[in-house]
């Protein structure tokens, strides 16, 4: 459910003011233990201990190790958030078992960190955080209170250390040097074996203090996207996790998170002591990876947007057990701006999947053309390796691009999609710029063949699916259904005017494809299209008019263009017949 804070700015401002009194009123070195408090001057809430020096409050957080809630505190805040705290039901649930060690992997954009930075908020000594809770979700549950900010927390952005180390060694070096420094200031007084061996030293203060760890690793396989065929840093920084993490008393939860599942290398993975929630499986995580259908039906209600149109762009993701889930950023982008648009490119352009399927793999180009015309492909995905550069075959790339995000998953089949038109879009793009032949010139065209259709340009229209025509070795161009991918990639530029319909149910029996326009093109005809193979267009016509083909769109106000296409055997051209309904 969505949960607007709009009085949250006021009850800031009423806090700092509150603190600008205690400020004038302190003039030594004074401690408070509050338990409402907020930074002054900031507009974020740092509920923990606080000191004023000289005047000046000081927040007692470290900057890794038992980090404030701010970052939480911006989430809820903002315009529209999604409660997904029942998160931190099943973290709660396996918290000190020997299910403990947690790796969530989502493509961009859907919401990694945001979910990290509320685990942090949840479990942190370094900030109080229960009215933050308030009319969330995780505040009913049994177990809120008993693992509330009680705990040290690491939270490690893998990213942001890397990108500050020239290698994977000295990445490993400074993590380990900026850990130690936070876990000395915020137990000075422990009595440390060796100051320079973190892991000891956290078992230090474990047995000393009886508080035990949770360890909060965001962007946990940047050095697999960054080092890609640096085999020996991967192993290297592999190692380090399982040091740091493996069969360790004093570390309670671990919760990692990236783009990749676990990587896997030699017989084994270093790091098998993980249980692994991903695109392929996401287990009683499901509804926690994106927007649930139930949750978008609320925003579009809210907002005023058509629930239609959002699930044809954004949807598409599927997991056992659990209602559709949308892309979270592009929802929240299309609600706020009023607009329904490709936003996936705002974030990551499609260079990322051009690289993969332009591999030279036999039937991949097929299968990508298949799924731009809405098939479902079967998929291997037990063999990938969770890198991006050990590809043996198609199904490890298209298994890769499950987990960027860039197809959807069937695991009752065992198939992959794309899953909506947002994606379908990214593919386009990159066909159109890649070395395919008549492919890549038909969709830059198919702007064209549109509007030939709209002109009812016969022979224009015509040239244009000629154009479009192509032979695979899995799809020859013997029937009606390969016809129909050619028409697919001929008229793709209709996606963007139309929610596009194949063998749809109509009168007395299922037409071929529909076009019916999206409500900003209300001006914009419907398209019925009937495709035959060797045989007339204008039979194809005359079926659309018998069988009653128009008879689902008697609601629809506007005009209708029938469509009958059909493809000569013997003189291997395409013909088009074109008529026109006026309502």
């Known amino acids: 459910s969505t949960l607007m804070r709009s009085s949250a700015a006021s009850d800031v401002y009423k806090r700092q003011s509150r603190f600008r009194d205690m400020e004038k009123e302190s003039t030594n070195l004074q401690e408070y233990q509050l338990k409402d408090s907020t930074v002054v001057g900031q507009n974020f809430y740092s509920y923990g201990k606080l000191k004023y020096l000289s005047g000046k409050q000081v927040c007692e957080m470290g900057v890794y190790l038992n980090p404030g809630n701010d970052k939480f505190y911006k989430a809820i805040n903002s315009e529209i958030y999604v409660d997904k705290t029942e998160l931190i039901q099943y973290t709660n649930r396996v918290f000190n078992t020997m299910q403990q060690n947690v790796c969530v992997s989502r493509p961009r954009r859907f919401g990694k960190s945001m979910t990290a930075n509320m685990l942090a908020a949840y479990y942190s000594r370094g900030c109080q955080s229960e009215k933050l809770f308030d009319g969330l979700k995780i505040k009913e549950d049994s177990s809120f209170s008993k693992y509330l900010n009680k705990h040290n927390v690491f939270f490690i952005n893998m990213q942001e250390f890397l990108s500050r180390s020239k290698t994977v060694e000295k990445m490993v070096l400074r993590l380990n040097r900026i850990l130690m420094r936070d876990l000395k200031q915020e137990y000075p007084d422990v009595d440390y074996f060796d100051e320079e061996d973190l892991a000891e030293s956290m078992q230090d203060v474990y047995q000393q203090t009886g508080c035990p760890f949770v360890i909060i690793i965001d962007e946990w396989d940047c050095i697999f996207r960054e080092y890609k065929s640096d085999k020996e840093a991967q192993e290297q920084y592999l190692d380090f996790l399982r040091d740091f993490l493996k069969d360790k008393s004093y570390i309670h939860l671990a919760y990692m998170t990236g783009i990749l599942p676990v990587k896997k290398y030699g017989t084994h993975s270093a790091l098998n002591m993980f249980d692994e929630f991903s695109m392929i499986y996401a287990g009683p995580l499901a509804k926690f990876v994106g927007f649930t259908e139930t949750e978008v039906r609320e925003l579009c209600e809210k907002y005023h947007m058509d629930m239609r149109e959002i699930r044809e762009w954004y949807d598409g993701y599927r997991f056992e057990n659990c209602e559709p889930v ?66 043996r075959d198609e199904n490890d790339v298209l298994t890769l691009l499950i987990h960027l995000g860039y197809l959807a998953y069937d695991s009752t089949e065992h198939c992959v999609y794309i899953p909506n038109n947002e ?161």
């Open 423 to 583: 994606i379908r879009n990214e593919y386009a793009n990159a066909v159109s710029v890649s070395d395919w032949g008549e492919v890549s010139k038909a969709l830059k065209n198919s702007a064209d063949v549109l509007n030939a259709i709209w002109n009812q340009n016969e022979q224009m229209v015509a040239q244009g699916i000629q154009r479009a025509h192509f032979e695979t070795s899995h799809l020859q161009y013997n029937d009606e259904n390969a016809l129909s991918y050619t028409i697919s990639l001929a008229l793709y530029a209709a996606r963007n005017y139309y929610s596009v319909y194949r063998e749809l149910p109509t009168g007395k029996g299922f037409a071929d494809m529909v076009f019916i326009p999206r409500k900003k093109f209300p001006d914009k005809p419907a398209l019925v299209v009937e495709l035959k193979w060797d045989k007339s267009a204008k039979g194809a016509i005359s079926q659309i008019k018998q069988k009653q083909y128009c008879k689902s769109l008697e609601e629809y106000a506007g005009n209708i263009l029938l469509a009958g296409i059909n493809y000569s055997k013997k003189d291997k051209e395409h013909q088009c017949m074109i008529e026109k309904i006026v309502k």
């Open 326 to 391: 949308y892309n979270p950023r592009s929802v929240v982008n299309g609600m706020l701006f009023g607009s329904i648009r490709n936003y996936w490119n705002m974030t990551e352009s499609f260079e990322a999947l051009q690289t993969y399927i332009d591999m030279n793999f036999e039937g991949l180009k097929d299968n990508i053309l298949s799924m731009l015309a809405g098939e479902h492909i079967p998929v291997n995905t037990g063999n990938f390796t969770n890198d991006m550069t050990t590809f």
